[in-house]
C-alpha cells in the first residue's frame, strides 16, 4: 500500500508545474499520503534533499512561474551509479512513487529509474511541445502567448519603419514554438530545425512583400532551425541590396519560460497531477500522465522512450497558404 510519495521537476522549467506540484501533494494529501518535494530534479535525489510537503507549503504558488522547487539538468543521473545512489535515498526516506515533473529529457532518466525497479510515474512538461504521450504539455500555451505578444509588438515597431524583423523563438531540436507563434501571428516566414529553408527563396519572397508595398515582414525562426536568427542576419547581411526591408533581429530566449502561467496551463497542471496521484493508487508506474483529446491518459514509457512528436505537416502547409 501506499504511503509516502515524492514529485521533483526536471529539466527546462515551464510555467504551471509549480501547479502540477500542488495537485500532486494536495491529490497526495486527500488518500492520506505523505508527499515529498524534491529539490532541483534528479540531483536532489543524489544529494538526497528532499522535504515534506503539506497543503499549506504548497499555497500561494499555482500563479507564479519556474518551480519552487529548482530544476537542473544533472549528468551524475545518466551513470547507473548516479541512479543507484538515488535509489538508495529513495528507500532510506520509505518513498513508494515518485512523480516526475519535465519534458522529453526528464523522462528518459525517469524511465532509466523505473527500468532498474523504482515505481515511477511522470507528467508532461515542457514548452517545446514534443513528447509523445500527451497533445499538449503542460507550458507550452503560456510561452506560446508569450511570443505572440513580442511578435504583435514587433510588427508594430516594423510597420512604422518599413522593417523585416527575424524574431529568434526556442526550440533546440523542435520547431512546435516556431510553427504555432508563427501561425498565430501572420508571419510571413517561418524557419523549423524539421524543414529545410531555401534562404533564396526567402529572401525572394522579401522583396517581393516590399515591392508590393508591405508595411513590415516577420520571420519567425526556431533556435534550432538551420536558418536560426544569428544565420539568417548573416545571410541577409550579404544580400542587402536584393531585399528592400531594412532587417533587425530580436531573440525571445529564456524569456519565453519565465512568464506566470496563464489559465490553460493552471487547469492542465492540475489535471495531470491528479492523473499521476490516481496512476499511484492503481499502482500503475512506468507511466507518462498526459492529455489525450480532452482526456488524462497514461502512455507506458515503453511506447514512447526514444521518440519526439512530429509537427503537423498539415499545419505547416497552411502558414505557407497563409503568409
Ligand atoms: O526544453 C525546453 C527548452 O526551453 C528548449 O526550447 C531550449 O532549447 C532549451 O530548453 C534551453 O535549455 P537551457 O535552459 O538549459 O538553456
Request: charged fraction near 20%; include cysteine; hydrophobic fraction near 40%.
Amino acid at each position: 500500500m501506499i504511503q509516502r510519495i515524492a514529485v521533483l521537476t526536471s529539466g527546462g522549467d515551464a510555467p504551471g508545474m509549480n501547479a502540477a506540484i500542488r495537485s500532486v501533494v494536495r491529490c497526495g494529501v486527500a488518500k492520506g499520503w505523505k508527499t515529498f518535494g524534491v529539490r532541483n530534479g534528479f540531483q536532489g535525489l543524489i544529494n538526497g534533499t528532499m522535504e515534506p510537503l503539506g497543503t499549506r507549503e504548497v499555497g500561494g504558488i499555482m500563479h507564479r512561474g519556474g518551480t519552487v522547487l529548482g530544476s537542473a539538468r544533472c549528468d551524475e543521473f545518466k551513470t547507473i551509479e548516479g541512479r543507484e545512489l538515488a535509489i538508495r535515498n529513495l528507500n532510506q526516506r520509505g518513498i513508494d512513487a515518485l512523480v516526475v515533473i519535465g519534458g522529453n529529457g526528464s523522462q528518459a532518466g525517469a524511465n532509466a529509474l523505473y527500468e532498474m525497479g523504482f515505481p515511477v510515474v511522470g507528467i508532461a512538461s515542457t514548452i517545446d511541445n514534443d513528447l509523445v504521450g500527451s497533445d499538449i504539455t503542460i507550458g507550452v500555451d503560456t510561452a506560446l502567448n508569450i511570443a505572440l505578444e513580442a511578435i504583435d509588438r514587433l510588427k508594430v515597431t516594423a510597420s512604422s519603419h518599413q522593417r523585416a524583423f527575424i524574431v529568434e523563438v526556442m526550440g533546440r531540436n523542435c520547431g512546435y514554438i516556431a510553427l504555432m507563434s508563427g501561425l498565430a501571428g501572420g508571419a510571413e516566414a517561418i524557419t523549423l530545425p524539421e524543414v529545410k529553408t531555401d534562404p533564396e527563396q526567402l529572401a525572394k519572397e522579401l522583396h517581393k512583400a516590399y515591392e508590393q508595398g508591405k508595411a513590415h515582414a516577420i520571420i519567425v525562426a526556431a533556435e534550432g532551425a538551420e536558418y536560426n536568427a544569428s544565420r539568417l542576419t548573416e545571410y541577409f547581411a550579404e544580400n542587402r541590396e536584393r531585399l528592400g526591408f531594412s532587417i533587425r533581429s530580436t531573440t525571445l530566449g529564456h524569456v519565453q519560460r519565465g512568464g506566470a502561467p496563464g489559465a490553460y496551463d493552471r487547469i492542465l497542471a492540475s489535471r495531470l497531477g491528479h492523473g499521476a496521484v490516481e496512476a499511484i493508487d492503481r499502482e500503475e508506474f512506468g507511466v507518462l500522465v498526459g492529455l489525450n483529446g480532452n482526456n488524462i491518459i497514461t502512455t507506458p514509457y515503453k511506447m514512447i522512450a526514444g521518440k519526439v512528436k512530429t509537427l503537423d505537416p498539415k499545419v505547416i502547409e497552411l502558414t505557407q497558404i497563409l503568409d
